[in-house]
């Protein structure tokens, strides 16, 4: 591209014209600063924009804890943790834990689910998360595959939004089908059910394409959350030696997804937590408690994720606004 074509890139941005994938692929490629800046600057202010400068909060619990025959490169739940001992939080732990979340100020308590959990339990626990949850607090559900009428009963217990996503070498990392995956999605676009599709897990090894691709993906299956979420090399799993995408290249990730859509994407979530990404565009952060695939311990308590101090802090130094409650104690039963 000459360097008027990259100046044309830039300012339709900032005129709010939607990024085409060649102007998103140009611009996680390119080397000059002043672009990259630039393409924070813009990405940043439509956040602003579309949000009023409000910094939200996803709250996540992880219900259960069990190897997993799937597989998948970057997930302490794999098979290779031998010492792992598997649980599953009772209902009313699970409802202890979304109490606790709702007290501390979240804009969603999502249920995090092995793929093997069943789709019956979570439905059935679901529902009792939803009656203690105020009505403007969204319920999403993490979990595996599903049909339309899967879908239907989910969204009919109370469920608000549902997680779900193609990964970053799906089929290759995981045990999990593409095609299987791709079906899910039609399934929850087409359903009463929102979907948020982060771009994930990236690390280093994952190209331009790759990434790009995944962003428009969000796009095409009618996202109305999305972000990037890096891969966190956790000890043990076959991912680890591969390291970690830079905060630079996960703001990137960032900045292009927001302008990518339009206003219809109300949010865009960076996890883990980072400034830089802050001012590039994201505005929802992640508190987790239970099982975290992401962490090689699973105690089934609140632990050093479910860090609200830490949330304000970040939304603090990024200039969002918060109705975070900082100094809140976890009441989860130990």
């Known amino acids: 591209m000459t360097n008027q074509?990259?100046?044309d890139i830039i300012t339709r941005a900032e005129a709010g014209e939607l990024l085409t994938e060649d102007d998103a692929l140009w611009l996680m490629r390119t080397d000059d600063e002043q672009a990259v800046a630039r393409l924070f600057a813009i990405a940043d202010a439509r956040t602003r924009s579309i949000t009023g400068g409000k910094g939200l909060v996803w709250g996540a619990i992880g219900v259960d804890a069990k190897p997993c025959s799937r597989g998948c490169a970057f997930c302490s739940l794999g098979?290779?943790?031998?010492?792992?001992?598997?649980y599953e939080l009772d209902d009313e732990e699970v409802c202890a834990r979304a109490r606790a979340l709702v007290q501390a100020g979240v804009d969603w308590v999502t249920l995090r689910t092995t793929q093997?959990?069943?789709?019956?339990?979570?439905?059935?626990?679901?529902?009792?998360v939803r009656a203690l949850l105020p009505e403007h607090v969204g319920l999403v559900a993490n979990t595996g595959e599903m049909d339309a009428n899967t879908a239907t009963r989910l969204s009919d217990a109370g469920f608000t939004m549902s997680y779900h996503v193609l990964r970053l070498r799906e089929g290759i990392d995981t045990g999990l089908d593409p095609a299987e995956r791709l079906k899910t999605l039609a399934?929850?676009?087409?359903?009463?059910?929102?979907?948020?599709?982060?771009?994930?897990?990236?690390g280093p090894e994952h190209t331009d394409e790759e990434i790009v691709?995944?962003?428009?993906?969000?796009?095409?299956?009618?996202?109305t959350l999305t972000g990037c979420m890096a891969r966190v090399p956790v000890p043990g799993t076959p991912a680890e030696s591969r390291g970690t995408a830079s905060d630079d290249r996960v703001a990137r990730v960032i900045a292009i997804t927001?302008?990518?859509?339009?206003p219809d994407v109300r949010a865009i979530c960076v996890h883990p937590p980072s400034v830089l990404s802050l001012r590039?565009?994201?505005?929802?952060?992640?508190?987790?408690?239970?099982?975290v695939p992401r962490e090689q311990v699973h105690t089934g308590m609140c632990h050093g994720t479910f860090d609200f101090?830490?949330?304000?802090?970040?939304?603090?130094d990024a200039g969002y606004n918060t109705d975070l409650s900082a100094d809140l104690e976890c009441d989860c039963k130990e």
Not at 118 to 126: A, D, H, Q, S, T
Not at 188 to 201: G, H, Y
Not at 258 to 262: D, F, K, Q, S
Not at 280 to 291: L, R
């Open 309 to 316: 101090s830490r949330v304000t802090k970040y939304f603090h």
């Open 5 to 7: 074509v990259h100046t």
């Open 213 to 223: 691709r995944e962003a428009f993906r969000a796009r095409e299956f009618g996202a």
């Open 116 to 128: 093997d959990y069943g789709l019956e339990r979570l439905i059935e626990v679901g529902a009792k």
């Open 258 to 262: 927001r302008l990518i859509n339009g």
């Open 187 to 202: 399934v929850v676009r087409d359903s009463p059910l929102e979907l948020a599709f982060l771009v994930e897990p990236v």
């Open 280 to 291: 590039a565009g994201a505005n929802i952060m992640v508190v987790e408690a239970g099982a």
């Open 79 to 86: 098979h290779w943790q031998p010492g792992a001992e598997p």
